[in-house]
């Protein structure tokens, strides 16, 4: 009974999205609520610099290079830490993964002699 | 005078214990509901995995292997922009790499972290000339062997076929797409979202930088409006099943876990794809060159799913006709877009079914 009603809505809002009428009034909306938003960002950010604050982009904006200076620190760590010899009290257990050999054939099929 | 009481017709008895059966499925679902609301989501893709190389929202994993023997060619997985990888990777006995690896293939994959604001300015160039021909160079130098399969799901499969199609000269050693749309005038719903009469893609991305994730989950969920209530509907129901709770957890969870889409890929998606249906059209332009899909020459497996309602077969199905390869095959299997790949239905269909073909292309 779920799956009927189930089939039965999609059905029914499938017919009624796939429509140029549904489209347009869909979009017209997002359109106009995204006209909006940056006419709103814009206002705002005027607002912050003359109080000199930092807007959302801006903070989002550092945070952003934050993260990319993270991330250039760690791949710098990791190649430090991988030219290092492991030894001595306290070094970090490397476990070296043995690479399995490459010479699998097929099930059913016999290998090259 | 006592009469000794009739014993109950078969169908009394089957009535009786249909009752006590249901009485009983009540009692556990209810205490089973409580444990819902206090457990912690399933653990995802737990199969053990080294991140080899990581770039922004790039990140490539490379797998451990199970086995001590495999097969020559590695494999490397593309995964889709909108999505997280660990679809491919749910629990164990239940994840597609888990598989891979047991049936003796090295396993790489391209999983996608949500891009920052700095990367809205890539674009599907960035993805095609750059992202993925990195990951292969990345691959062959790990795996010291030249020749690398390459597996794409959904728009991980069309950015497989791009960067295919961008590399005559070399390419994948085999190249397996799951349900990946190359017609975009055939997507449904989508094409008509993105309709260029109604569509202002330049203000969306001007105005937002990346696509949100809500953006990108709310289309996908509206494509079925009904589906995520009936599946509460029905969780209830089956609350007294663990097995179920536990695999509608797992997909809920990853259906809900969708990313946002850098702007400028976005926008060329649309304009491109939805557009110009550049590949069908045969007018994708990467980088400056023409990236044909008559271009790629390499074996080809195409998975598409009978029940897709987001790459419905319309959309999938101009793809074999369009490569110019001589070794491809389709093949349709029962199941939707996800179940295609994961859970009960993708491993005795697609799974069996790819490693048949792959096993003698990979020695």
């Known amino acids: 009974m779920i799956a009927q009603w189930e089939k039965g809505i999609n059905t029914l809002a499938n017919t009624t999205m796939n429509s140029d009428e549904f489209s347009s009034t869909a979009n017209g909306s997002m359109n106009l609520a995204l006209r909006a938003q940056q006419a709103m960002g814009a206002a705002m950010a005027t607002y912050l610099a003359t109080l000199n604050l930092p807007s959302r982009a801006d903070v989002t904006a550092i945070s952003d290079r934050l993260q990319s200076i993270e991330a250039t620190m760690l791949r710098v760590a990791d190649a430090l830490e991988a030219r290092q010899p492991v030894a001595g009290k306290g070094a970090r257990r490397v476990t070296k993964i043995v690479k399995p050999r490459r010479t699998k054939r097929p099930p059913g099929e016999a290998a090259p002699q | ?363």
């Not at chain 2, 160079?137 to 062997?145: A, E, F, G, Q, Y």
């Not at chain 2, 799974?351 to 020695?363: E, G, K, T, Y």
């Open chain 2, 1 to 363: 005078m006592t009469t000794e009481p009739k014993a109950p017709a078969p169908s009394d008895r089957a009535v009786s214990d249909r009752i006590a059966e249901e009485i009983e499925r009540t009692i556990r679902r209810n205490v089973k509901g409580l444990e819902y609301l206090a457990s912690p989501a399933p653990s995802v893709g737990s199969t053990p995995k080294d991140v080899i190389y990581k770039r922004g929202t790039l990140n490539l994993y490379h797998y451990r292997p199970l086995v001590d023997e495999v097969y020559r060619v590695p494999i490397l997985i593309v995964m889709a922009t909108t999505n997280r990888g660990y679809i491919l990777d749910l629990a164990p006995g239940q994840s597609f790499v888990e598989f891979l690896l047991e049936s003796g293939y090295d396993v790489y994959l391209i999983d996608w972290s949500p891009p920052s604001i700095e990367e809205k300015r890539l674009r599907l160039e960035d993805y095609t000339l750059d992202f993925i021909p990195e990951c292969v160079r990345i691959v062959r130098k790990d795996s010291r062997v030249k020749d690398v399969s390459v597996i794409g799901y959904c728009m991980g499969g069309v950015l497989s076929l791009m960067y295919a199609a961008s590399h005559p000269k070399s390419q994948p050693k085999n190249l397996i797409c799951f349900t990946t749309p190359v017609d975009f005038s055939n997507m449904h719903l989508f094409t008509k979202w993105a309709d260029r009469r109604f569509f202002d893609v330049d203000t969306l991305v001007d105005t937002m930088g990346n696509v949100p994730s809500e953006m990108i989950f709310g289309s996908f969920d509206l494509l079925r409006p009904a589906s995520r209530i009936a599946g509460q509907m029905q969780l209830w129901d089956s609350m007294w099943n663990d097995e179920h709770v536990k695999s509608y957890r797992m997909f809920e969870r990853w259906s809900t876990d969708t990313l946002p889409l850098a702007g400028e890929y976005f926008r060329d998606t649309v304009k491109e794809l939805f557009w110009k249906n550049a590949l069908v059209t045969d007018s994708l332009i990467l980088g400056g060159k023409a990236a044909s899909l008559r271009s790629i020459t390499a074996p080809v497996l195409h998975a598409v799913a009978q029940h897709d309602h987001i790459v419905p077969y319309d959309a999938a199905k101009a793809l074999i006709q369009l490569i110019g390869s001589q070794d491809k095959e389709e093949v349709v299997l029962k199941g939707g877009h996800v179940s295609v790949v994961a859970g009960a239905n993708a491993q005795k269909r697609l799974w069996p079914r790819l490693d048949s073909w792959l096993a003698p292309r990979s020695v």
